[in-house]
């Protein structure tokens, strides 16, 4: 079992920057791959961004690659999205996930975090 936090989010500008960032429990994190997930009002949850336990290995969004950087520390059982360059378009719910392969399918994520608002302003 592995329960997840995520903080980080709020109220920015247009190309403004904001960093999530997910808090794990327990003791086996680094044998969990880590995703971030999104969902905007009226739309289903679509992923985002997801890292293998090594820290690693990536996959990203095609809208968010150059500007979303995804990360671990396993030292201290936390996942990041860096976000950069926001756009109103991201503004979403976001969650972190834990998985126990790297996949960008949601399917494959049993563990979940309560989410984030991250909303970005024109």
């Known amino acids: 079992q592995v329960q997840l936090v995520e903080s980080g989010g709020g109220l920015v500008q247009a190309g403004d920057s904001l960093r999530l960032s997910c808090a794990a429990s327990?003791?086996?994190?680094?044998?969990?791959?880590m995703g971030w997930f999104r969902q905007a009002p009226g739309k289903e949850r679509e992923f985002v961004a997801a890292?293998?336990?090594?820290?690693?290995?990536?996959y990203y969004l095609d809208s968010v690659k150059g500007r979303f950087t995804i990360s671990r520390d396993n030292a201290k059982n936390t996942a990041y999205l860096q976000m950069n360059s926001l756009k109103p378009e991201d503004t979403a719910v976001y969650y972190c996930?834990?998985?126990?392969?790297?996949?960008?399918?949601?399917?494959?994520?049993?563990?979940w975090g309560q989410g984030t608002q991250v909303t970005v302003s024109s």
């Open positions: 890292v293998g336990g090594s820290g690693r290995n990536t």
């Open positions: 996930a834990a998985a126990g392969l790297l996949t960008t399918n949601i399917r494959l994520y049993p563990y």
């Open positions: 327990g003791r086996t994190f680094s044998s969990y791959a």
